[in-house]
């Protein structure tokens, strides 16, 4: 099995699982900012030019951080890393669809990559700096849905949580410091201790 991942990228939340999974599996770069990710080596594995991905043994690709987590957590019982409870897997799939589409695609990536959702360039800075209002409010949405906890589930530590400590390590790029979020730093203080996290940070350069 292969991880195709880039540094600090959501792919790090799969790096953290595929480590807490216990399963072997080999780490493969893809230098986003030198563009490997639209290279024909890449795109035969992932067309949406994006990482993560994963290989399987049998040949076949997944992508997707939600479906990965899911699909790690589910196939690595034993680790833990998904509720078996009907309503908390469906709290853990809210979760992630919800830091997929507002936190990561609908705040972060405008606040990067906000050339990308205007037609003026010269609008980019406006886009960016509008961008982080929305950020911020997804943040504190995310805050309030954790209620005091350090886990997003009641039923404790899950993929979920390994997806929103990357979210915490993006906090800055919005303007805001994770201390405006002590739900959410008390998260990714716990998640940084686990061993799996720490494996992925220093396997991606990053310890």
């Avoid at 792919?11 to 490997?36: C, D, M, T, W």
């Avoid at 040949?59 to 790690?72: R, Y």
């Avoid at 504190?140 to 886990?151: F, N, P, Y």
């Amino acid at each position: 099995m292969k991880l195709f991942y880039s540094p600090g990228a959501c792919s790090q939340a799969v790096h953290i699982s595929l480590y807490e999974s216990g399963r072997p599996f080999e780490a493969v770069r893809v230098n986003l900012k030198e563009g490997e990710q639209f290279k024909p080596e890449f795109l035969k594995i992932n067309p949406k030019s994006k990482v993560p991905a994963i290989v399987r043994d049998d040949g076949s690709v997944l992508t997707e951080c939600p479906a990965l987590l899911f699909w790690v957590a589910r196939t690595s019982p034993g680790a833990g890393l998904l509720p078996v409870d009907t309503e908390e897997q469906a709290r853990a799939l809210e979760w992630m669809n919800f830091i997929s589409g507002s936190l990561h695609n609908g705040g972060f990536t405008r606040i990067l990559r906000a050339e990308r959702f205007v037609g003026d360039p010269a609008h980019a800075p406006a886009a960016a700096e509008k961008a982080k209002e929305d950020t911020v409010k997804y943040l504190k949405i995310a805050e309030e849905m954790l209620s005091g906890r350090d886990t997003a589930l009641r039923s404790g530590h899950s993929v979920v949580d390994n997806y929103l400590f990357v979210m915490a390590r993006w906090v800055p790029r919005s303007g805001k410091e994770l201390a405006d979020f002590p739900n959410l730093k008390r998260l990714h203080d716990r998640v940084a201790a686990r061993e799996g996290t720490k494996k992925a940070l220093a396997a991606e350069g990053l310890a």
